[in-house]
């Protein structure tokens, strides 16, 4: 519908264009946003809207920059979450006009509780940050617009509406809601322009978003035959529409823009009027389908017998009779043989990829991407499937009660209700990650081997993990292998999961760094103090009194040594401490046992239910849960604030340079806003060049229950321990168990 009586001159905009994100490169960063925002903003002035008439929020790419030069009267901020905010919150309320439009381009996600998340700059892997799609609606029909402003208001959101994988969605925080306040003017009309529907992508072609060019073209259109006249936007719409349904009908399923329309013809609730419903393809038309077919005929058209070894091969593992006569096997016909099985199309590729055949590596990429597609959630293969699901089904019951209890303890953070071992089996085959991280199917059965002990059924099991993970990913054995390694450790040290050493030293003094120190151990009879060094001793003394110590009192690479550290010296290298005096040759102190530094100070009363709170999670959380710090922090107050924002994390990783200078913030106030914020995890690198560290940090980090962090980490010190140039030497790891404190400090005598 047209609005009667439009003067452009008394027509408001915010444009909100976000390209760059705090992750950057391949996967955040965006090329379109800024053109497509530029192209709304200049049909906008071209109808007569005044620059100064437009707010713009951009945070464009570099290479972008210019497309947003030329708009030099408009009312130009970074897009941030900061900004935003003032916009739609405080300066709305100044306006005096008659039509509002609201234009946002960038990344979009459901996010937790399904809401739709407009993400903010500052997004990062692992911590998407963003407005609620939602919520901003609501806010242009609350007092932060006046009532007398704004008679009506257009609102088109292209950005996509994709899911996170399930164990992001269960802790990805909740979107910013930018009011909380009533509508109190249901009646202002609004029209809102979504690009795509829950779940879905909205693209982008050539640099523009294929939503905003259509839209683009029907107004621009439009205002070719009457340039003074507001849009019909009712038109506008059945034009983006008709134009989608076409992409559908030609391509196969696309995405499908939405509309919502309050009040727009002083209609209760307004519904654009609804297109004829496009022709529907012939029922056996799909699109992956025919096209994996077309690869396969590529790959075994010029190739008879490799045809004919194909089909035999996909026959037994389908143990199915040829469904034709064998001189009329084609491509179409192995791909629906294939389909008839849930794990036959899997095989199919992973059988054409073993063939000597004309199959190219882009071929198979495209192979495997068509085969999510018909098969989704699905990648073992047949053979793969059938030999776990006989193991586990010829079991007893209560040792299929003990494998889904090892995968509620795997898949931490998702809901499997599932209790049967096929479902439980299916269940977790949903959840594969991106390799060569452990998918949560392997971690599973790892934790059932290990909970089985030696006998022939664990060997059968960690036979099928390792044959499955050399098929995955060449990296992946490796990775396996590590995981099994942590089981097997945990097993052996069950019965004294108690048992571990702390060590208090006190803040160095005096030019040699002298310190006194106290030791106690844990075990089966609760605390005891074992030694007591209330005179300054130089720091030789002290390693060589804990190496004496551990050979009495340490189970080597089970028992954990924390050292209780004041603020300012968490940084103090004790892992890499040497001891030998009960073997052949000195080794590294965490490369022998888990070794990790707590902190005496900022634990203040007020805030003891933030340090539990994110304690509790860690039982829980996953390795990836980590909030990941940016290494340019500006002050301990930045630092604090960003810690703040995050109290769903259970722990940071430290990115920080030790040695950084001039406007960043030393490594050391980063770990007091932490520690003073009640972060009881935090990892980082103490040496080593900077890009190796933070290599380093992401192998340590590659995905795994964040209770085995610990010996994870002492193994990955052990690999390297003798090259002193290795960052992985320099791992580590700040574990502050509220459950596990200091015991109180004992009466010392005068130094």
């Known amino acids: 519908m047209r609005p009667a009586g439009h003067d452009w001159r008394r027509t408001h905009a915010v444009v909100v264009a976000v390209e760059q994100y705090a992750t950057r490169g391949e996967g955040w960063d965006l090329d ?4 497509d925002a530029a192209r709304m903003m200049r049909w906008l002035r071209g109808r007569g809207v005044p620059e100064d008439h437009m707010h713009l929020l951009a945070s464009p790419l570099e290479r972008n920059e210019g497309l947003l030069a030329e708009f030099t009267g408009v009312r130009r901020s970074t897009a941030d979450r900061m900004h935003v905010r003032r916009v739609f919150q405080d300066e709305l309320r100044a306006l005096d006009v008659d039509w509002l439009w609201v234009y946002w381009a960038g990344h979009g996600i459901q996010a937790a509780h399904n ?7 500052e997004s990062r892997d692992g911590d998407p940050q963003g407005a609620d799609a939602e919520n901003l609606i609501s806010l242009l029909r609350t007092d932060r617009l006046p009532a007398r402003a704004a008679q009506r208001a257009v609102v088109v959101l292209d950005a996509c509406r994709t899911t996170l994988r399930p164990g992001e969605q269960a802790h990805a925080a909740d979107p910013d809601t930018l009011t909380n306040r009533t509508e109190a003017n249901v009646e202002r009309p609004l029209f809102v322009m979504r690009a795509s529907r ?14 905003t060019s259509k839209l683009m073209d029907e107004l621009e259109a439009g205002s070719r035959r009457d340039p003074a006249a507001a849009p019909d936007l009712d038109q506008v719409w059945q034009g983006i529409r008709s134009h989608f349904d076409e992409l559908a009908e030609r391509d196969g399923a696309g995405q499908v823009p939405t509309a919502l329309c309050r009040n727009w013809t002083s209609d209760e609730d307004y519904a654009p009027r609804r297109l004829p419903a496009a022709a529907k393809p012939p029922a056996e038309r799909n699109p992956a389908r025919d096209g994996l077919a077309l690869l396969v005929r590529a790959a075994l058209a010029d190739d008879g017998p490799a045809l004919a070894r194909v089909a035999r091969k996909l026959g037994t593992h389908l143990a199915a009779p040829l469904p034709c006569e064998p001189a009329e096997i084609d491509a179409v016909t192995l791909v629906d043989w294939a389909r008839t099985r849930p794990h036959g199309i899997a095989t199919l590729i992973h059988l054409l990829a073993a063939a000597p055949c004309g199959l190219e590596p882009a071929d198979l990429v495209s192979m ?14 047949c053979a793969e499937y059938d030999t ?8 007893p019951e209560e040792v299929a009660r003990e494998f889904t209890e090892a995968a509620r303890k795997e898949a931490v953070g998702t809901d499997l209700t599932a209790t049967a071992p096929r479902e439980v089996v299916d269940a977790l085959e949903a959840l594969l990650p991106d390799l060569p991280r452990l998918p949560r199917l392997l971690g599973t059965v790892e934790r059932a081997a290990a909970a089985a002990g030696d006998g022939p059924y664990a060997e059968e099991l960690r036979q ?10 060449a990296a992946l054995p490796a990775v396996l292998a590590d995981r099994r390694a942590t089981l097997a450790e945990q097993a052996a040290s069950a019965g004294t999961a108690d048992e571990r050493v702390q060590i208090r030293l006190s803040a160095p003094s005096g030019p040699a760094g002298h310190r006194t120190y106290q030791v106690w151990t844990h075990g089966a009879s609760g605390a005891e103090s074992v030694e007591v060094r209330d005179t300054p001793v130089a720091p030789a003394a002290i390693e060589r009194a804990v190496d004496t110590l551990l050979a009495r009192h340490g189970r080597v690479n089970s028992t954990p040594v924390e050292f209780f550290l004041d603020a300012r010296d968490l940084e103090l290298d004790v892992h890499r401490w040497q001891i030998g005096s009960d073997g052949p040759f000195e080794r590294s102190l965490g490369a022998e046992f888990p070794v990790a530094v707590r902190c005496t100070e900022h634990r203040r009363p007020q805030q003891e239910h933030l340090w539990r709170g994110r304690w509790e999670q860690v039982a829980h959380a996953r390795t990836g849960d980590l909030h990941w710090l940016p290494g340019d922090l500006p002050t301990m107050k930045a630092a604090h604030g960003l810690v703040s924002a995050r109290e769903d994390a259970p722990g940071v990783v430290v990115t920080a340079d030790g040695s950084a200078a001039g406007s960043a913030a030393p490594r050391t106030d980063v770990f007091t806003a932490c520690v ?34 610990p010996a994870r980490l002492r193994r990955l010190r052990a690999d390297c321990d003798g090259d002193d140039t290795h960052p992985r030497g320099g791992l580590a790891l700040l574990w502050d168990d509220p459950e596990r404190q ?8 005068a130094p």
């Open 32 to 35: 379109g946003p800024a053109n």
């Open 115 to 121: 809401r739709w998340s407009l993400l903010y700059p």
């Open 198 to 211: 829950p779940g879905q992508a909205a693209k982008s072609v050539h640099g523009v978003g294929l939503f």
């Open 368 to 381: 495997k991407a068509d085969g999510r597609r018909l098969a989704p959630d699905r990648w073992l293969l």
């Open 388 to 395: 776990l699901m006989a193991l586990l089904e010829a079991q």
């Open 464 to 473: 099928w993990s390792d044959a499955c993970a050399r098929r995955l990913d």
């Open 676 to 709: 003073f914020g009640g972060v009881p995890v935090m990892v980082w690198c103490g040496h080593g060049e900077p890009d190796r560290a933070a290599e380093e940090l992401k192998n340590l980090l590659t995905d795994c229950p964040l209770p085995e962090l």
């Open 742 to 749: 200091l015991p109180p400090r004992l009466d010392l005598s």
